[in-house]
């Protein structure tokens, strides 16, 4: 049973980088094809899918266009997890953030959540 | 970015009535659909995948359909937990693009 547990400061101020961690029990983020995405969720924008990364004989990278310059997605294997980071947060980026486990088409498992404020 | 429109945005509906909810898409997506229940303070859950698959665990009662750009999950006989706000999502490709939500209240 795939679990993701996720860890990160849930306050800060604007301008400020965004960093939370998914740490992964139950499969190695390196499988080859698993998609480990980063979606957050406002009442504003719904659900909102941000990147993933994703191992296929080397490490791939899609990330959403209004998020490209931003925002990196980062693989630890030998800690089993990936993590987000988003650069100069303004309060538009206060959401709830998850990671998800996506084995091929639908992202099936998914963290806790964090409630990540940016405010001043 | 594939466009995502889902209908009613709320519902109310007795225990054991059907219940149906429609995702439209631009443009077509083959089945590329998936159907997630979220209830308050939780991660949205995998209900349907693949437009009509069930995943494991969830009840026989919730059903998909359709293909190319209109869907729909159905309800069969619902149940006071079925109480809950359900998503549509694409994973036809990047980004993965979901719908507003239909919120279903138990009357």
């Known amino acids: 049973q795939v679990q993701l547990q996720q860890s990160g400061p849930g306050l800060l101020k604007p301008s400020q980088t965004l960093s939370l961690t998914c740490a992964i029990s139950?499969?190695?983020?390196?499988?080859?094809?698993?998609?480990w995405n980063w979606i957050r969720q406002s009442p504003s924008r719904g659900l909102e899918w941000l990147g993933r990364t994703y191992y296929r004989s080397r490490w791939f990278f899609d990330y959403a266009v209004s998020m490209k310059s931003r925002i990196s997605i980062n693989p630890d294997t030998s800690r089993n997890q990936f993590s987000l980071q988003l650069n100069s947060v303004t309060p538009e980026d206060t959401a709830v953030y998850y990671c998800a486990r996506d084995p091929g088409g639908a992202p099936v498992e998914w963290g806790q959540g964090t409630l990540v404020t940016v405010s001043s | 970015d594939i466009q995502m429109t889902q209908s009613p945005s709320s519902l109310s509906a007795s225990v054991g009535d059907r219940v149906t909810i429609t995702c439209r898409t631009s443009p077509s997506i083959n089945t590329n659909l998936n159907w997630y229940q979220q209830k308050p303070g939780r991660a949205p859950k995998l209900l349907i995948y693949?437009?009509?698959d069930l995943q494991s665990g969830v009840p026989s009662r919730f059903s998909g359909s359709g293909s190319g750009t209109d869907f729909t999950l159905s309800i069969s006989g619902l149940q006071p937990e079925d109480s809950a706000t359900y998503y549509c999502q694409q994973s036809y490709n990047t980004p993965l693009t979901f719908g507003q939500g239909t919120k279903v209240e138990i009357k």
């Open positions: 139950g499969d190695r983020v390196s499988t080859n094809n698993v998609g």
């Open positions: 693949g437009a009509s």
